[in-house]
């Protein structure tokens, strides 16, 4: 076995520090962020209160090792007390190690749910965040399929940190796992969205793609305005790239159904919005978003077609076997663009004139939503926290109780075997 070698948990911490003093010193509102999760919710003291079974990780790796090497599985257990028992930043990369062999073993869906949230508690607890991140968009390789509370510390760490694009990888984790079920979950997951659009990052397609998905997804679990807003910009992100790369491109890993129209899609939000009370509207970034998407396509457009008798022999087989990519479907609803940008702008203006366009910024909104409802969701999630902490507990000495009933059996069997060859010796 080859061990990973140690990190330099020095620059890290230099890392974390740095990104922190940035954060606060170019955010007014980095000293009121009590409305995010509080000191409680990240809090140690009820997991570290559960029952200790101290262990050696040398030996529980070497007992690993050989497991393995005889081809035989290791128990959910073993790993569970693997993961326990991490004391350092070495020992974390130790654990990826076993965590990887052990999803690539026959136990492999076995891996226990306290387990996943002691990995990344670990991972937090030692400054190796980036490998909790890594695990967790490796899940299929790693097995790392974290619980809504679970999430929401890892969510939590990066908001802190102002860290909002490895923040949104985590989002997007969610988004795959279908996990904004949870009031918590859902407000964070739309802040961390809400921040990370507000820097104007360069988004690439996958990007894109499960931005897009994300906010369609949240905004469909979320009222009003801010949900309206998000589903509004969802559908344009994946109707660009439809539009742009055909709806192959769109449903590529996304937990989202296979139709066609994602633009239009957005244009029925506007419907929607125009024919709600009069309190309901959407956000102005939200349909400044939808405005560029579809600038952007027209320009494209345009462009294509205007350049496409100029083209050289090879820009032009490269432009053909675009063309050879994109089915008759793709094709149709590239041709509605002019009719889905001549129908934006006639929505937008009867969306002025009725006043229900929203000055206030996608991220200002789910700034609101958070400081509002985050302290009730969050109380929420500690009381079911607080029971499932002892019923993990339970489960885990029932486990152990098996062991060491299955090890009594085995002695037991060992001890007749024995004796039995005893018996046939002193026969002979």
């Known amino acids: 076995m080859q061990w990973y070698g140690p990190k330099m948990a020095a620059s890290v911490l230099k890392r974390c520090v740095t990104a922190a003093v940035k954060v606060k010193g170019s955010s007014p509102t980095f000293a009121a962020r009590r409305w995010l999760l509080s000191s409680a919710y990240s809090d140690t003291k009820l997991w570290e209160s559960r029952e200790k079974e101290p262990q050696n990780l040398a030996l529980l790796a070497n007992f690993m ?10 128990s959910s257990l073993v790993m569970s007390r693997f993961v326990d028992n991490i004391s350092s930043r070495v020992e974390v990369d130790q654990a990826e190690y076993y965590l990887y062999k052990f999803r690539h073993s026959p136990n492999c869906w076995y891996l226990r749910v306290w387990t996943v949230h002691s990995w990344i508690r670990k991972c937090l607890k030692y400054e190796a965040r980036e490998k909790a991140l890594y695990t967790l968009k490796n899940k299929v390789q790693y097995g790392i399929f974290p619980d809504d509370f679970t999430f929401n510390l890892l969510l939590d760490s990066y908001i802190k940190d102002g860290d909002f694009k490895s923040a949104f990888s985590v989002v997007e984790e969610v988004m795959l796992q279908e996990a904004f079920d949870r009031p918590s979950t859902l407000i964070l997951s739309l802040y961390v969205m809400g921040s990370y659009l507000a820097t104007r990052p360069q988004l690439t397609e996958s990007e894109q793609r499960a931005l897009g998905a994300s906010l369609l997804l949240s905004g469909l679990k979320q009222d009003g305005t801010l949900g309206l807003s998000a589903q509004l910009m969802g559908n344009a992100l994946l109707g660009k790239l439809e539009l742009s790369k055909g709806i192959h491109a769109v449903f590529r890993g996304m937990p989202l159904m296979w139709t066609y129209g994602y633009l239009d899609r957005a244009l029925d939000v506007m419907d929607r919005v125009a024919a709600a009370p009069a309190d309901v509207k959407l956000s102005k970034d939200s349909l400044d978003l939808l405005s560029d998407a579809l600038q952007d396509l027209s320009s494209t457009s345009d462009s294509d077609s205007s350049g496409g008798e100029e083209s050289g022999g090879e820009e032009e087989e490269k432009d053909k076997r675009k063309l ?6 793709d094709a149709a609803e590239r ?8 129908r934006f702008k006639e929505l937008r203006i009867q969306l002025e004139s009725e006043g229900k366009v929203d000055a206030a910024s996608f991220h200002a909104l ?10 009730a969701a969050e109380q929420s999630d500690l009381q079911q926290y607080e029971s499932s902490v002892p019923e993990w507990e339970t489960e885990r000495k029932y486990l152990i109780q098996r062991e060491k009933e299955a090890k009594a059996e085995a002695e037991k069997e060992r001890e007749e075997r024995l004796a039995a060859r005893a018996a046939a010796a002193a026969q002979q």
Not at 324 to 329: F, H, L, Q, S
């Open 366 to 375: 789910v700034s609101t939503l958070a400081q509002q409802n985050l302290p």
């Open 335 to 342: 041709a509605k663009l002019p009719q889905y940008a001549s």
């Open 65 to 74: 090792d050989r497991t393995y090497e005889n081809n035989l599985p290791v």
């Open 324 to 329: 050879d990519a994109v089915d008759e479907e």
